[in-house]
């Protein structure tokens, strides 16, 4: 059975920091480009994130130079880094498969993890 499973969210004042985690189960993680995405309420999803199964990131404008995308390969585990938050932050937080960062296609998606800035 193929799971994402994405952790670390919750609450933060602005300017602090979350790691979140996306571990997989049932498929190889190092085979897949994975994103991370977010949707906040009344908004579309957005991408945030992505790094390519040979490390390559990129990076949404608005997040660049605050969260830093990495992987486990071991572990089987890509995480989120994310400093500086700021209230637009504020969403569900996915992490979902793709061939090739902003190709998809999106196989598969994880729940989703809260995330709250708020002073």
């Known amino acids: 059975q193929v799971q994402l499973v994405e952790s670390g969210g919750g609450l933060v004042q602005p300017g602090g920091s979350l790691r979140l985690s996306c571990a997989a189960s049932?498929?190889?993680?190092?085979?897949?480009?994975i994103g991370w995405f977010r949707q906040a309420p009344g908004k579309e999803r957005e991408g945030v994130s992505c790094?390519?199964?040979?490390?390559?990131?990129y990076y949404t404008d608005s997040v660049k130079g605050r969260f830093t995308i990495s992987r486990d390969n071991a572990k089987n585990t890509v995480y989120l880094e994310m400093n500086s938050l700021k209230p637009e932050d504020t969403a569900v937080y996915y992490c979902?498969?793709?061939?090739?960062?902003?190709?998809?296609?999106?196989?598969?998606w994880g729940q989703g993890t809260q995330v709250t800035v708020s002073s």
């Open positions: 049932g498929l190889r993680l190092d085979y897949f480009a």
């Open positions: 790094i390519s199964s040979d490390g390559n990131t």
């Open positions: 979902a498969t793709e061939s090739q960062c902003g190709l998809g296609p999106y196989d598969y």
